[in-house]
């Protein structure tokens, strides 16, 4: 789906989020020890529907596409108002560059990976990570801007201008590589904080969001 709204009031600059997602067979696996399969089933729903929901809803973005292998993904995507694309390779680091290639034949000037295990994602959330785009007295000055997880360690969400500034690194030390990529392509590195921060992924991860949804925060 195209919002034209994003691209009205961006002026030229045309951002593409990127959503991967797996297989709802295997999506949040590493659950397993605290949800049972339909619960996860659900879980991953629930998660898909937001996010959309949330990049949608975010004038500054111009499309907004899920690249899955699973079919059940692709239609629940759709039916929500994102566009798609089938992933034909596998991995996650393999998926985004198919997505990327995509966006980038649609004239995406900068993009936006936005997984769907951040279950506090907002349009305000996603706004933040957008807004050091806007930031510059250069429209297209090169930048990537990175969400780290709770631990420091890991990347949430990613922000490239042009799309293709870096190599993707997601996996364990991606904060590192990735800084490390944008240091070596001379570009500026920015890193947000924030609700993003916080992903779902491990049983422990869960018992802490069930934490912080318990102190006020909307989850699940």
Known sequence: MTN???RDRAGASRIAAIVPVGTLDRAKSR?????DAE???D????????TIAAALQT????DVVVV?????IRTMAAAVGARTLRQVSLGLNAGLEEARADVIAGDADAILVLPIDLPFVTTEAIE???????ATTDPWAPIAVLVTDRHGTGTNVLALRPPDLIAFAFGPGSRTAHRAATDAAGARYVEVD??????????DDLVFVQARAAEGRRVG
Request: zero cysteines; aromatic letters at 0%; a negative charge.
């Open 43 to 50: 879980l991953v729903t629930r998660l898909l529907g937001r």
């Open 68 to 72: 899955s292998p699973d079919r059940e």
């Open 128 to 134: 933040a990570v957008l807004a050091p785009l806007a």
């Open 39 to 41: 619960e996860r089933h």
């Open 194 to 203: 924030g609700p993003l921060s916080i992903d779902l992924d491990t049983p």
């Open 31 to 35: 659950l397993g020890e605290s949800l």
């Open 59 to 62: 004038r500054a973005l111009a």
């Open 4 to 6: 034209d709204a994003g």
